[in-house]
């Protein structure tokens, strides 16, 4: 007895530790940033002067950077010595952090480069001198900052313009303010999407649930080849096709490109499958939920049909909405219930499921206030053949719903700034109470 109780609060007393140094580096983060971030900054700046041999990817966009970025790294690395920025990390710190993590010798860097503030590009451009550029898709992310596609083209137009003569573009053709960037190229300009003067052409999507995304492509009058994945969601394809003419510019051909990504996965969070021990499927599509774009997820959802019982969707936080809250949640919402059998809301604005519900009722709409109310629920009412969508935002942390099914979970704050998967968190059994401090 005596020992199980020394070992349990030795464990409490670690657990607590843990969680005071979280408090106190949620304090000391603006001093602890300047103190160490510029000198990494100005090192990765002279290293980056040494690394003549290494061709420097940027890709930006509103969606998709981090899965164009993944698929690209995954097919270079078959043929070259490639590095990648870590996860969706894309301001300046982390691209120095990329450069000092590229060796001598190394073929191609990807960096995915993100933006929030008019100017908020000019940094990273100077610090990456990227020699190739990759635009996926604009759309309305930080809205209440650029309030227009045309200033967030704008913004983004700054990777392109950064290209010197011998640089190379590659812009999605079927994007008006993505193919607009083509005139401030100095070098040159592949583009692919479904457009007819497309480089890297896409004939056919085959999205058929429970099968992946699949790919008929054709580079310029070339024959035609397929490429078929374990991605989700047609919207994915601009991803799929960036990331495979990035590769046709490296020197692979479009079938080598193609070969390389046969069978990839979803990048984690991004229409990612699971499957709990209970028989329930999961898309986890719980990075980012913009009300621009909300719809990619429930569209591919209401498609799911073979083999599913249910279709349910747990909604989260959404970001960059337009007018009043109440009216954003409303559309979300109602999107949402068109969409699937069960509408569950959480969060601070869960009270909005009730406003939409009688407006539709071949939908049963929820709304919980915490994400630890909505797991007890779910547990109870989930049953085997389930396709829930998780659609939220990091902070959100919604997958503690799926690993609630097969595991403790005593961490259930409404918003955690930690910006780590929930899985691979070492607080995720410690109590917590809603305000996110240690029970």
Known sequence: MRIG?????AEGTALYLTRAIDRLAGKAVPLAKASYRQPVI??????????????????????GKTTTKDLAYRALATRF?????????????????????TP????????????????SLDAPLELLRPNLAIVTTIGLDHYRIFRTREAVAAEKTQLVRALDTQGTAVLNADDPHVEA?????????????????????????ETNWPDGLALQLQWQQGPPARVATALHGEHLATSLAAAITTAIAAGLSLEAACAALQGVEPTTGRLSLARSSDGILWLRD????????????????????QGVARRVIVLGTVADRRGKSRD?????????????ELVVMVGEHSHYAADVAHRHPDTELRGFATPEAAARWLQSVLRPGDLVLLKGGMKDHLSRLLLARDRPVACWPTRCERMIDCSHCALLAVPTRHDGSAA
Not at 5 to 9: G, K, S, T, V, Y
């Open 5 to 9: 109780f020394a070992a349990d609060a």
């Open 42 to 63: 100005r090192l990765a700046a002279g290293y980056r002067r040494l690394l003549r041999g290494t061709c420097f990817i940027g890709i930006t966009g509103s969606v």
């Open 81 to 101: 010595r490639t590095v990648r920025s870590h996860l969706s990390n894309n301001d300046l710190y982390n691209t120095a952090r990329t450069i000092l993590s």
């Open 104 to 119: 001598p010798g190394t073929a191609f860097c990807l960096q995915e480069l993100g933006v929030d503030t008019p100017g």
């Open 181 to 205: 960037m083509a005139d401030a190229c100095a070098g040159r300009v592949l583009r692919y999407g479904r457009a007819a003067h497309a480089d890297l052409r896409i004939l056919a999507v």
């Open 286 to 305: 719980d990075f980012k939920t913009s009300q621009w774009s909300v719809g990619q997820a429930f569209e591919y959802l209401a498609s799911c049909r």
């Open 328 to 340: 954003a949640y409303s559309k979300v919402l109602a999107q949402a219930a068109g969409r699937a």
